[in-house]
């Protein structure tokens, strides 16, 4: 699926039915992004709106020889970020928790019966409870395919710090993973 050039030069020329073409069409490509960053669906669409707002000023610098839905997706991640730095205190103190105190307060499951009980909007939800900074960086890393390099260098930390945020973020979600699961076992015990 592809936008079609008119509604680009429609949205240059300030057309508002080209605009809202162009909203609908960005809507299903870019709020599962946004979701992704947010912890609920309205805030999400705040974002989405303030990426969209960057999308249809920056049409001008558009290249026609670039896939679009990559060009959007770009702005829309960058749009993220921004709007991380400015607004939310990513630079925060970090209190460092004994993961083996965790484990030991949950038993190890398979992690075939945890996937067979996790449905993607509970991973949402598993995400969306992580600490903000570690969530950005686990969200960037994975799902967008920014290095420890490239992560650092828009959010303003250290590769190392990127990197401890990644491995934290993966410790949490494992931990809730392993509760919830836990959780399952004694309900259907």
Request: charged residues 25%; proline residues 3%.
């Amino acid at each position: 699926m592809s936008i079609d050039k008119a509604i680009i030069e429609g949205c240059i020329k300030q057309d508002r039915k080209a605009e809202y073409a162009l909203y609908k069409y960005c809507f299903a490509l870019l709020m599962p992004i946004c979701y992704r960053y947010q912890k609920s669906k309205d805030d999400a669409g705040d974002l989405l709106n303030k990426g969209f707002l960057k999308i249809i000023l920056n049409l001008k610098q558009y290249k026609q020889d670039q896939p679009f839905e990559h060009w959007i997706k770009r702005i829309m991640v960058n749009a993220i970020i921004d709007e991380f730095r400015t607004n939310k205190p990513y630079k925060q103190t970090m209190s460092q928790t004994d993961m083996s105190e965790l484990h030991q307060q949950y038993h190890p499951v398979d992690t075939n019966e945890a996937e067979g009980h996790l449905h993607a909007e509970e991973l949402h939800r598993y995400i969306s409870h992580l600490p903000q900074a570690s969530k950005m960086v686990l969200n960037l890393f994975v799902f967008e395919g920014y290095s420890h390099k490239e992560i650092a260098k828009q959010l303003g930390i250290t590769e190392g710090t990127s990197k401890w945020h990644l491995a934290n973020a993966r410790q949490l979600l494992k931990t809730m993973i392993i509760d919830a699961t836990h959780q399952v076992k004694i309900q259907t015990a």
